[in-house]
């Protein structure tokens, strides 16, 4: 009922919100449209309404996680806020007396409220100082929960009231005053704890920094000591790195060593490959050849080329043949020297094997006292034990001459082999020998063959050129007869003889073309038989090659047959010298029992004394041997480093050499450029003369353009002078109208030009100078040449004036001849005044034209113009020869740089040289105290050693006097009291005796075996009480002994001991430690870091 009581409502609700809806929306309209001058309460409103659509909108998202209101309320609230917000926050812009109740009670409650809501969203906007959103995330749910409780509520009271309302027609009423106040107590109390809880977390957070900080510090200090570290470490890694970089470049060297060396047997392998495929070429080319013939007959040169070339390969395959016969008898002969060698090696060993038989015949000797010593042990032991070594002797000696007879079968069977290889490699050799004569006969043929062809293919070329010339001569002839004969047809006789003719030649040729083909097919044969030959010429190199390891290996068993052979020699003498010694010794063994035995006790005890003594002196020698190969050592190194002493000598000496050299060349090198310097100022000097004689060139120039001015005026003042004469003549003639007007056009013509050169103040090069004097001289040339046309025209035209005033006066005298007598005087009066005037102003002219024409300065130009040569010649030179200088200067200034570098260098080689040359001093000054110290503990060695000798020999007669008072003593105490000797000894047996002296042998040898370790020197000579009792003399005695015989055990123990631990190790050298070595010269570093110093 609850639930469709519910839905019932929410159905009314959302009628009654369309409704709403509908209604206020022309109202919203219009308040929006009127809401530009509204009051502060639509203001407020609209404020509020955007606060609680900010609050709306984090409610929305936090909804699902935040509401405890029951599901029901939840859904309900959801659904009206999806429907009705909107207008709800609308509807403040309007009127608020006009409103509907719901925009009445928004407007209250956000005005009502202000304090909750800008609270909520303050707690929303804030936000940590380390960008962590903590204080919002706390505060939401309070915020967000409250404000949709107050819309729920609001919603509630909407939905519960608008059916009321809009029924009765009266207005929602008001909220309570109290429900607000308590409300708002409420929200100050969750405000108050908001603030302690964010003063808490701000403390907290404070508290955080402050060891995020020292965190931060303690980080950036361990940081500091890692990078330190890491700095140290990558030190150590980089050095490992270019040791390994080092060692990467040996290995990259050696791996482009190899490859090389791979690319070389490459490279041989591919000249094997490219000559096996020559050899196969050849065939190919014997069959491209047959084609050639068959194509072209041009080709007949190249195939005798290459015929040539197979001739030659064929002679050097002979070459080699006979090489390899040659080779096979050289072996057959060092066969036969071998087997002489082996022969007079046979002999040889036969000389040596008698040689060793004297030599054995002398040991014999030696050997009959160890024989005898031997049967005497032998005979003391047990007498069947003769027997026994002699069935022992004879069954070794039937076993050497079985080992003797095998060893001569095997020798004769090896003598039968080697004949049988000898004449084995005799046939081949005749067998060789028949196949090179047959392929000597074989080439023979092939090369009479080939001089056939040659002179066949000659003729025919020769034949193919007389038809080719015949040929042309027909073509001529039938084209001279077409000419002819047009009409005529069918061919001649002559056509139809050079037909048949080159059908026979065709013929000879396809002849020729088949004996070619079995001339090849014989050339594969002889190829094939090549190859043929050289496999089995392979195969006996192969054979060749066993037979010599047979041979190799015939030799080794014919040697080891020698040596065994000697060594059965040698048995069978031994085994005869033995029988020879056993029968003479089983012959006087009787008699020399009894008178040896003391002899063999004391020689045994000598012996075992002298053993010690001999191992001794072995160790000795052996430590004397070591010493001697040290000191070799020494020497060589010492050697060395005198050979490295001399080569560094003999380079700093040619360094000096090299030094006084560049020395003396660095003095001419700056005596020359003294000279240099000098000739420097001498060329300032001649600069200086040179400018001089330009500015007097320069004041000869003005003078002579002054003079040109001057000339210039002249040849203004003749020109004047000539046309006023020539006005004066055209005044006096009335004839020069009727002329043809060549002077008033000429003196129309006559240009009046005048010029002045101007000299400019200085010239900025002398080209230009040059240049400014030739435009002048050109110029005044050219003014000069004008003057002159002028002048000759002027001259010209005065001369056919005077001819045409002579004409008229000639034909005015004609005239008026027969008129008037009188008038002829004064005619005649006048004709000669004016002649006389023509010829004065003629005279004049010329006068003039003289002196215009010696007014040109052709000397003073010719003068100026070698002036101008000479100073452009001697500017041009004094430059190039500047430049020069200042080339020479600068390679000079160059010169003198490298060689300062040079002399720093060596001035630093020398300074390196020399504390190097210092350290050998001092290591090879080392190395001599140390050889002199070794030369001194030599000396003291063999000092030692002789004193030990004398110390020995002293010993051995002390013991030598102790064991004869002992034997004294020991005969007294067997005749005076015999009860003393040991119980269960026979005293009245011969053999007592003997039994004494092993028992004092084993005495010995105990003390010898005592002495040996050197510790207790005095253990061995005391006697056991129960072993070897005696008389109070004897006790005496031997006590009286004792002292001595400690005291010269002592110094052999102490000189033992220097000898075994010299002082004279303690005077080592410094650069040898503690071993007495030499190794490398080393330094370590402060990072324990050895660096090897090789010199």
Known sequence: MADQSRQIKLAAAKKKLKEFQQKSSPASVGGEKGGGGGGGGGGGGGAGAKKKRKVKGLNQQDASSTDRSSPDNTFADVEVIGSSVPQLLEEPKGEPGRGSPVSNLASANTATNPESVGHNTGLQDYTDTNGNGSLTEENRPLSSTESLRQLSQQLNGLVSESSTAYVNGDSPPAVGERELGGRNQELAAALESSNLTNSQLNTKLDQLAQHSQGLSDQLQKERKEFDQRVSKEQGAMREQLQVHIQTIGILVSEKSELQTALQYT??????????????????????????????????????????EKHNKEFEKERDSLR??????????????????????????????????????????????????????YSSQSDPTSANQQVQLLLGEKQQLEEHNHQLMESMAHLQTERDCYAEQIQDEGRVWKDKTEQLLTQVSLVAEERDSNISRVQELEASIMELQNAAALLSQEREAKDNAEPQSSGPSESEVALQEALNTLQQEKNTLAAQYQSQLRDNEQLSRMCTEQETRMGEMERQVESQVQEEGDRR??????????????????????????????????????????????????????????????????EALHNNKEQLELKSKDTEGLMEQRDQVVAQLQQYCAGYQTLASEREQIHHQYLQQIQLMDRLQHDETEGRVQLEISHNQLKQAQDYLDLLVKDNEQLKAEVQELLNSSALGTSSRDQGDGVESQSLQESPEKSFAIVIPEDFESQKEMEEFIRGALARLEAERDEARRQLEEEHRLHMAARHQAAVSLSLERQHHSHTQDHDHHDHHHEHEHEHEHTQGQHSHCEHNHEHSEGGVP?????????????????????MREKADLKERVEELEHRCIQLSGETDTIGEYIALYQSQRAIMKQKHQEKEQYISMLAQDKEEMKAKLSELQDLVMRLVAERNDWYSRYTRAVAGAGTVNPDLLPVGEDHTHPEHQ???????????????????????????????????????????????????????????????????????????????????????????????EVKILVV
């Open 323 to 376: 090489l390899e016969v040659f080779r096979l008898n050289n072996l057959s002969e060092e066969s036969k020297q071998q087997s002489s060698e082996l022969s007079e090696q046979i002999k040889l060993r036969t000389q040596e094997n008698g040689a060793m038989g004297l030599e054995l015949e002398d040991l014999r000797k030696r050997l009959e006292i160890a024989d005898l010593m031997l049967q005497q």
């Open 994 to 1088: 003997a039994h004494a002296h092993t028992h004092l042998n084993a005495v010995s040898e105990a003390e010898a075996m005592e002495v040996i370790p050197l510790s207790e020197p005095a253990t061995g000579l005391e006697f056991p009480s129960s072993q070897a009792p005696s008389s109070g003399s004897a006790q005496t005695d031997s006590k009286s002994l004792v002292p001595k015989e400690d005291g010269t055990a002592q110094q052999i123990m102490l000189l033992l001991q220097e000898i075994q631990n010299p002082l004279g190790a303690l005077r080592s050298p410094p650069f040898l430690g503690e071993n007495p070595c030499i190794p490398f010269f080393y330094r370590p570093d402060e990072q324990d």
């Open 266 to 307: 490459q490279h041989a392998a591919r000249q094997k490959a490219a000559e096996a495929e020559e050899l196969n070429n050849r065939l190919q080319a014997t069959k491209q050849r047959v084609s050639e013939l068959e194509r072209t007959l041009s080709s007949v040169s190249t195939q005798q080329k290459q015929f």
């Open 858 to 878: 052709v000397e003073v130009h010719q003068a100026l113009q070698a002036a101008m040569d000479k100073l452009q010649q001697r500017f041009t030179s004094l």
């Open 556 to 621: 080794r068993m014919l040697e080891d047959v020698q040596s065994d052979k000697a060594t059965i020699s040698r048995a069978l003498t031994q085994n005869r010298t033995l029988k020879d010694q056993l029968a003479e010794l089983q012959n006087g063994f009787v008699k020399l029992t009894n008178e040896n035995m003391e002899l063999t006790t004391a020689i045994q005890s000598e012996q075992h004394v002298k053993k010690e003594l001999a191992r001794r002196m072995g160790e000795l020698q």
